[in-house]
């Protein structure tokens, strides 16, 4: 299906929403919530499928220039990355491979008491986040990780919203990792995601690259600038920021709940 626009605001308010995207993606993930709706509105008579293919490319190029960026300045363990990378990539492709034929509906009320759970926890505990509490050898580090990007992986495959911050939440409670810590090496296992997702929509079709191209560029701006502003303001900003989007994502999984 080719893309014709006619209308160019529609790409404007699309591109828009992409540079948000990629600002709160670069901080603690979750620009989803805002990318993925002003597509669907904007584009309706377009097929589900193609519009969420759509996305991927804005969504890996914006988390790729965050990961660069953090990487200049935070200390990245790309050992323990590279394993729980591809654990997440095969777990996300099984994932988008078994969204085709069963339902997801069925867990979203389970996640959304879980990411209950975590709103009241991360309000409560002031200092969950704000400093390194857990001294790991690489081999426990290894196992926890790549058994957390397994699990988060295959979410996000099979659901997908909200995966940035649950990232950020397993390298938090799983590894004992601060919030800035946690946020920069998230961006990497969110890149293998959203390649498994990319290549999977890419082969079956579902992919407008006319629409990608800008978006992607915006995205990437967007990412630039929340990196520079996560750093710049550090664990405490974060994890606000942390509070603001899984309330925002608790919202979203709500409304598909009870509507």
Same mark, same amino acid.
């Given at each position: 299906?080719?893309?014709?626009?006619?209308?160019?605001?529609?790409?404007?308010?699309?591109?828009?929403?992409?540079?948000?995207?990629?600002?709160?993606?670069?901080?603690?993930?979750?620009?989803? &919530?805002?990318?993925?709706? +002003?597509?669907?509105?904007?584009?309706?008579?377009?097929?589900?499928?193609?519009?969420?293919?759509?996305?991927?490319?804005?969504?890996?190029?914006?988390?790729?220039?965050?990961?660069?960026?953090?990487?200049?300045? +935070?200390?990245?363990?790309?050992?323990?990355?590279?394993?729980?990378?591809?654990?997440?990539?095969? =777990?996300?492709?099984?994932?988008?491979?078994?969204?085709?034929?069963?339902?997801?509906?069925?867990?979203?009320?389970?996640? @959304?008491?879980? @990411?209950?759970?975590?709103?009241?926890?991360?309000?409560?505990?002031?200092?969950?986040?704000?400093?390194?509490?857990?001294?790991?050898?690489?081999?426990?580090?290894?196992?926890?990780?790549?058994?957390?990007?397994?699990?988060?992986?295959?979410?996000?495959?099979?659901?997908?919203?909200?995966?940035?911050?649950?990232?950020?939440?397993?390298?938090?409670?799983?590894?004992?990792?601060?919030?800035?810590?946690?946020?920069?090496?998230?961006?990497?296992?969110? &890149?293998?995601?959203?390649? =498994?997702?990319? &290549?999977?929509?890419?082969?079956?079709?579902?992919? &407008?690259?006319?629409?990608?191209?800008?978006?992607?560029?915006?995205?990437?701006?967007?990412?630039?600038?929340?990196?520079?502003?996560?750093?710049?303001?550090?664990?405490?900003?974060?994890?606000?920021?942390?509070?603001?989007?899984?309330?925002?994502?608790?919202?979203?999984?709500?409304?598909? +709940?009870?509507?």
């Amino acid at each position: 299906m080719d893309l014709l626009i006619d209308e160019t605001g529609a790409v404007i308010i699309v591109c828009f929403a992409s540079f948000a995207a990629g600002f709160i993606d670069a901080i603690v993930g979750g620009g989803g &919530l805002i990318q993925t709706p +002003v597509l669907f509105m904007v584009f309706p008579n377009y097929p589900v499928a193609t519009l969420l293919g759509t996305t991927k490319l804005p969504s890996f190029s914006g988390t790729a220039v965050s990961l660069y960026q953090y990487a200049k300045h +935070v200390e990245i363990k790309w050992k323990l990355l590279l394993w729980i990378a591809i654990s997440a990539f095969c =777990a996300a492709m099984l994932g988008l491979r078994l969204v085709t034929e069963i339902s997801n509906e069925a867990f979203k009320p389970i996640i @959304l008491l879980a @990411l209950i759970a975590v709103a009241i926890y991360t309000y409560t505990k002031k200092n969950f986040g704000q400093h390194e509490e857990k001294d790991l050898s690489f081999s426990n580090s290894l196992f926890r990780g790549i058994t957390a990007g397994i699990v988060i992986g295959f979410y996000d495959g099979f659901i997908g919203p909200g995966t940035g911050s649950f990232l950020v939440l397993m390298f938090i409670s799983v590894l004992g990792f601060d919030f800035m810590h946690a946020s920069a090496h998230a961006k990497s296992v969110n &890149l293998a995601t959203n390649a =498994a997702s990319i &290549l999977y929509f890419a082969f079956t079709g579902h992919f &407008l690259i006319e629409l990608a191209i800008p978006m992607a560029a915006c995205n990437m701006l967007g990412g630039f600038v929340g990196t520079r502003f996560a750093l710049l303001k550090g664990n405490q900003f974060i994890r606000i920021f942390f509070l603001l989007i899984v309330c925002a994502t608790i919202v979203r999984f709500a409304f598909d +709940v009870f509507s």
